[in-house]
């Protein structure tokens, strides 16, 4: 995929002002600098100034982007990126879109904090927090389908958002038990029954 993203390119809508959070599918109709205008595949109700997270393009090439909604005519939605187009997918484990509440943990200090995980592989996490915490060791501690799990990771980067820090997380040395905690929230993201409007994970 080019630096950015071509009108007809697939784009999941992550609408994360709702509860429980909800993903819609669309495709990419037209660009223009940080504009986008995208046809949706299914009606769907955006407020006036609510941040969405758009992932364009297929498994192992994606794209993302925060984006504000600026109007909708017909089953065209248009939004004004806060960015520009960022690679979505590590170049080991393709990464799922994810909208997950979870606390994320200092090793070495002790801090701890809500977070958001916006995607998740075989091999890590991206997560939101407010702030980044100190130290590069963290267990992020999430639920999903109803089963808990404390994952040891590590910071690989990290960057400012308009709502504050993304770090991408790569999963430290895992007991079986979170391996397979891990291959199920994995799996769990990618089947491909998970159509417009469904909820993610809680």
């Not at 037209?30 to 393009?57: C, I, K, N, Q």
């Not at 995607?119 to 267990?139: F, N």
């Amino acid at each position: 995929m080019a630096d950015t993203v071509s009108p007809g390119t697939p784009v999941v809508v992550m609408q994360r002002s709702v509860s429980p959070p909800v993903q819609h599918q669309a495709t990419l109709a037209s660009t223009r600098e940080l504009v986008v205008a995208l046809r949706l595949a299914s009606p769907t109700v955006f407020h006036s100034g609510e941040d969405v997270l758009l992932v364009a393009g297929e498994l192992g090439a994606r794209k993302v982007v925060s984006a504000r909604f600026a109007m909708v005519r017909d089953d065209v939605a248009v939004f004004r990126m806060l960015r520009e187009w960022q690679d979505f997918d590590p170049r080991a484990h393709p990464r799922l879109p994810a909208d997950i509440t979870a606390e994320i943990r200092s090793v070495l200090g002790t801090s701890r904090q809500s977070a958001r995980v916006i995607d998740v592989s075989l091999g890590g996490l991206g997560v939101e927090v407010a702030t980044k915490p100190g130290g590069r060791e963290m267990e992020v501690h999430l639920t999903v389908e109803g089963f808990a799990a404390r994952l040891p990771c590590e910071i690989v980067n990290a960057e400012s958002t308009d709502g504050g820090v993304l770090l991408h997380l790569r999963f430290a040395e895992l007991t079986p038990v979170q391996h397979a905690f891990v291959r199920n929230m994995v799996g769990s993201l990618g089947k491909p029954e998970r159509g417009s409007g469904q909820r993610l994970a809680s």
